[in-house]
């Protein structure tokens, strides 16, 4: 059986007791709970038990505490994926989206998120997502706006023709007559 992983020896168990009581999170509490009570002399089993844990996770606590102190032991904010574009492939989209298209280059006379994902491919050889790229487009401050539909052959004075003039829906009634009472 391996030798257990020492704890370091500039705390004691009362100021980790001291800080489990200030802590917010419950599993740093949890945590330096357990680690006192090593401090205290009780066995390791003992110490996994009072954490509700095992002792391969006692062990990474205490390397976790070895390492960086107290603040080793909160959980931190999983990273998740990293983004697709950097910093430097952003600024040349948003120069991009900026210019705007040049119809005998380009061959669209306005971006569309499938024509930026061609253009990325392209330059960058990225492929991303249509939502990806929406998601991209709109945290760089982009909006994806779209013209009120209009017919080419619409004719303004045609429609203008075309109202119709109704008289105001009321009128003033005529003034009514008083009749004597009889």
């Excluded at 066995?43 to 080793?72: C, H, K, M, Y």
Aim: net charge positive; hydrophobic share 40%.
């Amino acid at each position: 059986m391996a030798a257990a992983v020492q704890v370091r020896e500039d705390f004691t168990a009362q100021q980790l007791r001291e800080l489990a009581r200030g802590s917010r999170c419950a599993d740093q509490t949890r945590c330096l709970l357990s680690l006192a009570e090593i401090y205290d002399g009780r066995s390791r089993t003992e110490a996994a038990r009072i954490g509700g844990v095992g002792l391969q996770t006692l062990r990474d606590w205490v390397l976790a505490f070895n390492a960086e102190g107290p603040s080793g032991l909160l959980n931190g904010k999983a990273p998740g994926n990293p983004p697709i574009l950097n910093a430097t492939q952003r600024q040349a989209l948003a120069d991009m989206v900026d210019a705007g298209p040049i119809p005998a280059v380009h061959g669209v006379v306005r971006w569309r998120l499938v024509d930026l994902m061609q253009w990325l491919f392209e330059e960058f050889r990225l492929s991303i997502s249509k939502q990806t790229l929406s998601r991209e487009m709109r945290a760089m401050g982009f909006r994806k706006l779209s013209a009120r539909p209009r017919h080419h052959a619409q004719d303004t004075e045609a429609q203008e023709a075309f109202k119709k003039t109704s008289p105001p829906a009321w009128t003033r009634s005529p003034p009514m007559k008083r009749q004597a009472n009889r």
